[in-house]
């Protein structure tokens, strides 16, 4: 349902909590809205939330899909950054891990998995590069 279809208050809510918002708080938002007469800025105010400046709507923020997978073009991303399979396989499982145990939401999972990647690229040659002795070394 767009926000343009929308007839009833009941509806609009549904909506808004499809697009991401938790139902109370959807409830909250109509509620006021209503409270103070302004029934038209209410489904304007909701459109311009669940939607982009173009109109498209936005993506709502999910925790980890339950059949998200590594699909080959996950792999291929890893690769032409130069990881083995076996860095991939052991960086797909820190990944899921990681974001399962700590309830993460992104909105878009393949764009999570390419951030990861390449922050791996940042530490590999943060780790690569030879320490400069501190104080404390040129004292020993």
């Known amino acids: 349902m767009k926000v343009d279809?929308?007839?009833t208050v009941g509806e609009l809510i549904g909506l808004l909590?499809?697009?991401?918002l938790r139902a109370d708080e959807a409830y909250e938002a109509v509620t006021l809205a209503m409270k103070f007469g302004v029934q038209g800025k209410a489904l304007k105010a909701a459109k311009a939330q669940t939607t982009t400046p173009t109109g498209r709507p936005k993506k709502v923020k999910t925790t980890w899909p339950e059949r998200f997978s590594l699909e080959s073009e996950m792999i291929e991303f890893a690769m032409v950054r130069n990881f083995t399979h076996a860095d991939i396989s052991?960086?797909?499982e820190r990944f899921r891990d990681r974001n399962i145990?700590?309830?993460?939401q992104y909105a878009d999972w393949k764009a999570a998995w390419r951030t990861w990647v390449n922050n791996q690229v940042e530490f590999r040659s943060r780790d690569a590069r030879p320490s400069t002795p501190t104080e404390f070394d040129r004292r020993l």
């Open 17 to 20: 909590v499809e697009r991401g």
């Open 101 to 104: 145990s700590r309830g993460e």
């Open 5 to 7: 279809e929308v007839k």
């Open 90 to 92: 052991r960086m797909w």
